[in-house]
């Protein structure tokens, strides 16, 4: 109770007076949207320096997404052990599964890994009016450029990569996956994803993990509405985590 106490006036201290935030600085987590004073010393473990470190080279940049990646490294090593191979729905430069087959010594598995994207940002025709309304294709414009010839550098080292360039959920099509053990979505709009999640059910393996890297993000909420109908009708639920991410599990 002691200790609980302790915590409670320490984040007391850091609303009332901001810059007592360096004092107490060491001690926090605080990327990505996420603020925690619990334990993150996942941080400091070589095997995930060295798959986030892959990731930056990757996407030529940090994110400041540690914990968010973290997410994405157990998922995989979950997956891994089951029978079926990865896809990534939205990959952009390839920061996430960069990270994934650098962390599970990719060349040694005997899984093949899907890569899904336009390579070239949004598809406009897909985005909602609601999410015209909150800024997306804006956004998308600014953040997103021509990244394919760069991609398939990256990914280069890697053996059972298939790297297929187009819109999801129309692409999909262009290869045969009969089953799925890790989906990992990450489109940044609603219709992809759960065009995506609809092609991909059937064919995912029971305890497949599904990773929605938007589904808790705030100003995503389409995706999440989407997401929610999709799952209500198959009586389960998505975990929603303070990454801004959403879990699901294939059971």
Not at 192 to 212: C, D, M, T, Y
Request: charged share 30%.
């Amino acid at each position: 109770m002691r200790e609980w106490v302790g915590v409670f006036h320490k984040v007391q201290r850091i609303i009332a007076r901001p810059e007592v935030f360096m004092e107490v600085s060491e001690s926090l987590y605080n990327e990505d949207g996420l603020v925690s004073i619990h334990n993150h010393d996942f941080l400091n473990e070589s095997a995930f320096k060295k798959a986030y470190k892959r990731g930056v080279e990757a996407n030529e940049s940090d994110l400041n997404w540690r914990w968010r990646v973290k997410v994405g490294l157990w998922a995989a090593k979950h997956a891994v052990m089951l029978s079926g191979d990865f896809v990534e729905c939205g990959v952009n430069k390839g920061f996430l599964s960069s990270a994934i087959m650098e962390y599970l010594d990719w060349n040694k598995q005997k899984k093949r890994f899907y890569l899904f994207d336009t390579f070239s940002g949004l598809d406009e025709s897909l985005v909602s009016k609601e999410e015209r309304r909150s800024g997306r294709v804006e956004q998308a414009r600014v953040m997103y450029r021509e990244c394919y010839q760069e991609v398939l550098k990256n990914f280069k080292e890697f053996k059972r990569v298939k790297i297929v360039r187009g819109s999801v959920p129309t692409s999909l099509k262009a290869v045969n996956i009969e089953r799925v053990s890790f989906l990992s979505l990450d489109m940044n709009n609603a219709k992809p994803e759960l065009g995506a999640i609809r092609f991909f059910w059937p064919k995912l393996v029971r305890g497949a993990v599904v990773l929605l890297d938007d589904y808790a993000y705030t100003g995503y909420e389409p995706q999440k509405k989407s997401m929610d109908k999709f799952v209500r009708d198959k009586q389960i639920e998505v975990l929603p985590l303070p990454t801004g991410q959403g879990l699901l599990l294939k059971v």
